[in-house]
């Protein structure tokens, strides 16, 4: 498959539509939060001229860091779709022999834990957005304001769709060590994407009646 970050967007929708079982959910989170730092970003970068002179380095600084951030996310969409790639090719592997099978299991077991952690990365490189999208929303361009606030409506979105993925992995893992700390780390990000996003929409009139 065509690498997800050269598709146009109509092709990533059609293909994320098709039967093809990747693009999925966690890449589509992973596309969520890139675009809710590319929104973030985009504030910034309305928030430089003569005007805010006061703040130019302070939002330059988070361009630029909302930059690295929505590439990396791009990234992510990409490798998380490999990821799970892993998790397709060991189900295939041959089962015909003990040895074949506990071979398969142990792949499969790998190609989980791959596919857990991947959109648990997505998810905590998503969580700086909250706090540079309340910056800008709160010292930036007023006329960009409705932008910060989807900005964090997507980084909200982005990683509960990642943790969604890999509670989905994590109910197929065996390692009851590894399952109980993955889902701790869970919790607390999940705690956190809903926190972060209303601590930035009550910042704003716009959105009082979503708080």
């Not at 969520?32 to 929104?39: F, I, M």
């Not at 302070?58 to 860091?65: K, L, Q, R, S």
């Not at 109910?171 to 607390?188: C, F, N, Q, R, T």
């Amino acid at each position: 498959m065509k690498d997800l970050r050269e598709m146009t967007a109509a092709e990533l929708v059609s293909v994320t539509w098709s039967d093809a079982p990747a693009p999925g959910g966690g890449s589509i989170a992973a596309l969520a939060g890139s675009l809710g730092a590319a929104l973030t970003g985009m504030v910034a970068n309305l928030s430089q001229g003569p005007k805010y002179e006061a703040i130019r380095e302070e939002m330059a600084a988070i361009a630029a860091e909302m930059k690295d951030l929505k590439d990396g996310l791009l990234l992510a969409m990409q490798q998380d779709t490999e990821a799970f790639s892993l998790y397709m090719a060991a189900l295939a592997m041959p089962k015909n022999t003990d040895e074949e099978k506990a071979v398969r299991r142990e792949k499969m077991q790998l190609g989980l834990k791959s596919a857990a952690e991947t959109p648990l990365q997505v998810a905590k490189s998503i969580l700086p957005v909250f706090a540079m999208a309340e910056k800008v929303l709160s010292w930036g361009n007023p006329n960009a304001a409705t932008d910060a606030l989807v900005s964090a409506m997507l980084a909200r979105t982005g990683m509960l769709g990642a943790l969604l993925n890999v509670k989905i992995n994590l109910g197929s893992i065996k390692d009851e060590a590894y399952v109980k700390a993955m889902a701790l780390e869970v919790s607390a990000l999940e705690k956190a994407a809903l926190e972060g996003e209303k601590r930035v929409l009550a910042r704003s009139e716009y959105s009082a009646s979503l708080c």
